[in-house]
Structure formats: C-alpha cells, structure tokens
C-alpha cells in the first residue's frame, strides 16, 4: 500500500540538509547507512532574575530505520565515502527522551557534540 507521509519523508532525509549517521544504542548494537537531519534552536532558560538564550541541538530520525531510540544513545555523523564507505566526522550523544511526530514516522531528541579528542 502505498504511503505518500513515507514517501515524502525518504526525499526529505534524501536532501541536501541530511546526513549519513550511525546508530550506536546504549547497548552497543549499530545500526548503520541511516540518515538523519539536524537542528538547532535558541531556547529562553531563566537564571534568577536574569534570562539567557543558549543553543540546543536537536535531530530527526526516521522511525523505520531506528525503531528504538533512548538517551544515551550515540549517533556518529559521516560522509559516505567513494567506496561506499562510511567514514564517521563526529559524534552526538542523545539526550532527553524522543519523541514521535504525529504520523508516527519519526523521532526527534536532543543532542549533544561528544569530544573525541579526551
């Protein structure tokens, strides 16, 4: 049966704009060749009487691809290479709990970038 919701989702995380991840779960099972799309917002935090703005990232991921998705989880962000490869540029920590959109087709969760430099 076909699904236009589906079929629009494969050409948006085909774009320009998406990425090619890996899926590492806290468990250590990898989930390769996925792609994922990143976002960042401006968040309003109060601090006594202050308020400052920070940075928070975010990513999409289709549901079909990584159907269980928790905090902790890492994804490691690449090109594919002219081999067919996937050669991994950075690493993301997830955090927080995801969450599905309305159709049930994606996830998205905070992120964090992880020092691979330690």
Not at 14 to 28: L, M
Request: hydrophobic share 40%.
């Amino acid at each position: 049966m076909f699904d236009p919701f589906a079929s629009a989702l494969d050409a948006i995380f085909n774009a320009p704009g998406s990425e090619a991840a890996e899926h590492v779960s806290i468990y250590g099972v990898r989930t390769p060749n996925i792609r994922v799309i990143r976002g960042r917002n401006d968040q309003m935090v109060r601090l006594g009487e202050s308020q400052i703005i920070t940075g928070t990232h975010r990513v999409e991921i289709r549901k079909s691809q990584v159907p269980d998705l928790c905090h902790g989880d890492t994804l490691m962000i690449g090109v594919i290479g002219d081999d067919d490869a996937f050669v991994a540029k950075e690493e993301l920590a997830l955090t927080g709990e995801p969450i599905g959109d309305d159709e049930n087709l994606t996830w998205t969760i905070g992120a964090e970038s992880v020092d691979v430099s330690r």
